[in-house]
């Protein structure tokens, strides 16, 4: 499963189970106006840099609105393990809590249930709000009705290199696709009631990773709506090195919690279909042919021919998604070598993390 084809496909998907299970998408009134319904700012971090930036954007000078002190609570909620990590330096005012290296989910949960205001805001630390955030927070949040549960802002993702006209990397398209992504938490509010209606963000899901999706499942049959505001924040794309994609694949694991929370179709709610089905065939024609070609040492030559088959069938499957990633992208000596190598390496990384997951879920143990 590659990030960037799960992500373009995120918005087809979602309507389509919009459109199986009845829910409904409902706007935010127009005419809210800044006066809102108190709300608390959480923000879990495992102490990145790009948390004082997006601090900075949500100041108590910028957020303070007409009358000092209009602005909502900042709650920081360090997940670093241990209990020796230097002190975050964060602005004054602004509450750190402890969740202890449990992940986003329970670093969220430990957050909101800190908070006491009817609604709970939660950003990601490397988001930067917009201009008058606050401000533009607490006018989307203006007389919801009761069953809105959520309310999600509009995220923008600046491209490198796009004023200059060259294509965005595999990389950045992967952050580009965040863009369109539904009520994930790199800015997201929740009504309180929703959030004690189904307990908050599931602690099973080891990163930020499908934690947001399924919360919003839930909300939904819960029987509250999620809408999408009017407020603008902004993710910049982060270089995260070479193998970044591979990494990236540890989120197969937290796609076994959805499969046993959801059944088979889960991918109706959050997504299209994703390349884990031929992950699997690729890594399965690869292993073939290895195995095939040992035993071709003893046996002769129709297992050798046959390990030639399944070989030139992995060359063929691992061409075609290494090309489906380099064709959109800018093409540059470093971006195709990057492609080629990691697009060996993805498919059985992959399974071997679904495989891990599927084995904790059944299990019960956390993936």
Not at 2 to 14: D, G, I, V
Not at 153 to 165: C, K, M, N, T
Not at 186 to 197: G, I, K, N, P, Q
Request: proline letters at 8%; hydrophobic letters at 40%; a positive charge.
């Amino acid at each position: 499963m590659t990030s960037e084809t799960t992500r373009q496909t995120t918005q087809q998907a979602t309507q389509q189970a919009t459109r199986q299970t009845g829910r409904k998408r409902r706007n935010a009134p127009a005419d809210a106006t800044p006066q809102g319904p108190a709300v608390t700012v959480v923000i879990p971090t495992i102490g990145r840099p790009s948390l004082a930036a997006t601090l900075a954007a949500i100041s108590p000078r910028e957020a303070a609105g007409p009358r000092e002190g209009d602005g909502p609570e900042v709650i920081v909620v360090d997940d670093r393990p241990g209990e020796d990590a230097e002190a975050l330096p964060v602005p004054a005012g602004v509450r750190v809590l402890r969740s202890g290296g449990r992940g986003p989910a329970a670093a969220r949960n430990v957050g909101w249930r800190a908070a006491t205001t009817p609604w709970v805001a939660f950003l990601d630390d490397d988001v930067v709000p917009g201009p008058g955030w606050a401000r533009a927070l607490a006018a989307d949040l203006a007389r919801l009705p009761a069953h809105v549960g959520g309310s999600q802002g509009r995220l923008e993702v600046p491209l490198p290199g796009s004023a200059e006209g060259r294509r965005p990397t595999d990389a950045e398209r992967n952050t580009a696709g965040l863009a369109d992504a539904d009520w994930i938490t790199a800015d997201m509010a929740y009504r309180r009631t929703a959030l004690e209606a189904t307990g908050g963000f599931d602690e099973r899901f080891p990163g930020a990773y499908r934690e947001d999706a399924d919360l919003a499942i839930r909300v939904e049959r819960a029987g509250f709506c999620l809408v999408k505001g009017e407020r603008l924040t902004r993710h910049p794309v982060r270089g995260d090195g070479f193998w970044s994609s591979v990494r990236f694949q540890r989120g197969n694991a937290s796609d076994a919690i959805m499969r046993q929370a959801y059944g088979r179709d889960w991918r109706l709610f959050i997504g299209g279909p994703g390349r884990l089905r031929r992950h699997a065939l690729t890594t399965g024609a690869g292993l073939l042919a290895l195995t095939l070609a040992a035993a071709g040492v003893r046996t002769g030559r129709r297992t050798r021919l046959a390990a030639g088959a399944a070989g030139l069938a992995w060359l063929g499957l691992t061409g075609e998604f290494a090309w489906a990633r380099i064709a959109p992208g800018p093409r540059t000596p470093g971006e195709i070598w990057r492609m080629a190598v990691t697009s060996v390496v993805i498919p059985p990384v992959a399974c071997a993390h679904r495989l891990r997951g599927e084995l904790a879920v059944r299990t019960g143990r956390r993936p």
